[in-house]
């Protein structure tokens, strides 16, 4: 069974950033595929950015260029670190794994695992 909790949210005006971090209580976490989503109220829950237990990532369009997701598999720490914060990003984000072997990083990998969210407003 794998744990995740995220740490990070707050408020922060538009261009902002933040670095939203989830810890996970798994054994090989290496293994783990990883990604970050995102639901804000009234709206579906989108995947924001993936990285696989290769370390390649993807990214939701919107996020491109603005947002890293990366991985410290010495801590069981997955990243987000978001810069240039638009209103548009408030939302419940949301850390999700899944045990994956060697895998790439998607969006659409069928996450078994999720965390709680932390929220992220921006104004």
């Known amino acids: 069974h794998v744990q995740l909790v995220e740490s990070g949210g707050g408020s922060v005006q538009a261009g902002g950033s933040l670095r939203l971090s989830c810890t996970a209580s798994?054994?090989?976490?290496?293994?783990?595929?990883m990604g970050w989503f995102r639901q804000a109220p009234g709206k579906e829950r989108e995947g924001v950015a993936a990285?696989?237990?290769?370390?390649?990532?993807a990214y939701t369009d919107s996020v491109k260029g603005r947002f890293t997701v990366s991985r410290d598999n010495a801590k069981r720490t997955l990243h987000l670190q978001m810069n240039g914060l638009k209103p548009e990003d408030t939302a419940m984000y949301y850390c999700?794994?899944?045990?994956?072997?060697?895998?790439?990083?998607?969006?659409?990998?069928?996450?078994?695992?999720w965390g709680q969210g932390t929220q992220v407003t921006v104004s």
């Open positions: 798994a054994y090989a976490f290496a293994s783990l595929c």
């Open positions: 999700a794994a899944v045990y994956c072997g060697l895998s790439g990083g998607a969006l659409e990998h069928d996450y078994h695992y």
């Open positions: 990285i696989g237990s290769d370390r390649t990532t």
